[in-house]
């Protein structure tokens, strides 16, 4: 058997149901910002990533052009031409048939 509940009773376990209403609403407002502020966080930090990532892919492309350059010039360095080059320029050698004129 119950017994009836008094006005005074009923309105006092609205209240309480209202205050822990109340407490529960804040509680999930304050994760919902919480969790808000983290996620505007790590977009930030995301974007900061994204933007060294393709810093640092420059850089790369920059060494790959690069090492492709010095290939290309340790291939020349094994011609001919670079050899005749090297002879003209630091040893002043001719060929036979060849004249070098002085200015003065």
């Given at each position: 058997m119950q017994k009836k509940m008094t006005?005074?009773?009923?309105?006092?376990?609205?209240?309480?149901?209202?205050?822990?209403m109340i407490?529960?609403?804040?509680?999930?407002?304050?994760?919902?910002?919480?969790?808000?502020?983290?996620v505007m966080e790590?977009?930030?930090q995301n974007e900061q990533y994204a933007a060294k990532q393709e810093e640092l892919q420059q850089k790369i492309d920059d060494e790959n052009e690069r090492t492709q350059e010095l290939n290309d010039y340790k291939e020349?360095?094994?011609t001919r031409e670079f050899?005749?080059?090297v002879a003209k320029e630091k040893f002043g050698l001719l060929y036979d048939d060849e004249l070098k004129f002085k200015s003065e």
């Open positions: 006005a005074r009773e009923r309105r006092k376990r609205r209240q309480s149901n209202r205050r822990h407490l529960a609403l804040v509680l999930v407002l304050t994760l919902g910002g919480l969790i808000s502020f983290r790590m977009e930030k020349y360095t094994k050899a005749e080059k």
